[in-house]
């Protein structure tokens, strides 16, 4: 495995990989070994055009823990703004040595250029582009239902078959969603997507994933899990009418509130990307309720990371012949 772009290019034995070996480095973690030193040498570049909080110190954590050196770009305060190309800036990071660069970008399909352009001799990690994949927060979303539904034990080798996951919210201007969908079908999950028909994109009945303009209907069916997803206002064109329905009628038909945490069965779990719009997709006592796991998926983040950058730099031995066409 050369990059790490979509969860659409992961088969089960990848994709079981990376969770097992997260898996190996959150148990280093919780044995207070803070810093492994397999990474020693070897440098990662965040290249960032979008802002970010989690993905962001997750991955320069997760580079650290692995004693690599990192280098932080943003793109705010940067050449970008005087015009400087993805290009130019790609070939300027890669003179400085970039063994792995993680990208978030606005466009979509910006990371596969970056990982086929030639610009940058390095792993190319997609840290989330425009509205179509954020492959590592599905694996750290996957990661955390992988741990609740297995208890505190050693999950090695298990997978989510069976498991059944509301996704809810706004799928339209979600990787989020797209990643997670990909990702939790190739693991054996059932997932349904609930959204008004104006935050559902065109094509979405080819996805491999039941679809519902219900959400208390969909409770009713009790699900393991539902991941609320951020309504992305700054995505929404205010020459289209914005954000229809509006935001009192969205939280009324899909909000997550305590009368729908309640009536959720009583092992499910809430799970939400970050950053929450408290009030709108997720009320402040469902966000704060122990049965969130959401300051959880954030830690795991972390362990996921660290897994990503070992398997891309040091130890992706036996996932070569299995890597897909897109990702290399
Ligand atoms: N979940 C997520 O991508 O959050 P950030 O935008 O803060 O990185």
Partial sequence: MKHLLSTGSLSHKQ???????????????????????????????????????????????AAKRLSADVINFSAK?????????????????????????????????????????????GAVINAGDGTHQHPTQALLDAFTLRRHLSGPGDVTGRDLAGLRVAIVGDVLHSRVARSNVQLLHTLGADVTLVAPPTLLPVGVDAWPAAVSYHLDEVIDTKPDA???????????????????????????????????????????????????????????????????????????????????????????????????????
């Fill in 15 to 61: 994709a079981v990989r990376i969770l097992d070996t997260a898996g190996q480095m959150a148990a280093t973690q919780a044995r207070e070994i803070k810093k492994l030193p397999t990474l020693r040498g070897r440098t990662v570049v965040n290249l960032f055009f979008e802002d970010s909080t989690r993905t962001r110190i997750s991955f320069e954590t």
């Fill in 226 to 328: 539902i991941m609320m997803l951020r309504v992305q206002r700054e995505r929404m064109s205010s020459a289209g009418g914005g954000f229809f329905p509006s935001p009192l009628e969205y939280t009324r038909g899909y909000g997550l509130d305590a009368r729908r945490l309640a009536a959720m069965p009583e092992h499910a779990i809430v799970l939400h990307p970050g950053p929450m719009n408290r009030g709108l997709e997720i009320s402040a006592d469902a966000a704060d309720s122990p049965r969130a796991v959401i300051v959880e998926q954030v830690a795991n983040g972390v362990a996921v990371r660290m897994a990503v950058l070992y398997l891309l730099l040091a130890g992706s031995e036996g996932t070569q012949d299995e890597t897909r066409h897109d990702q290399t």
């Fill in 77 to 121: 305060g940067s050449s970008v703004s005087k015009g400087e190309s993805l290009k130019d800036t790609a070939l300027t990071l890669q003179a400085m040595g970039a063994d792995a660069v993680v990208i978030r970008h606005h466009a979509s399909g910006a990371p596969h250029t970056l990982a086929h352009s030639g610009w940058t001799h």
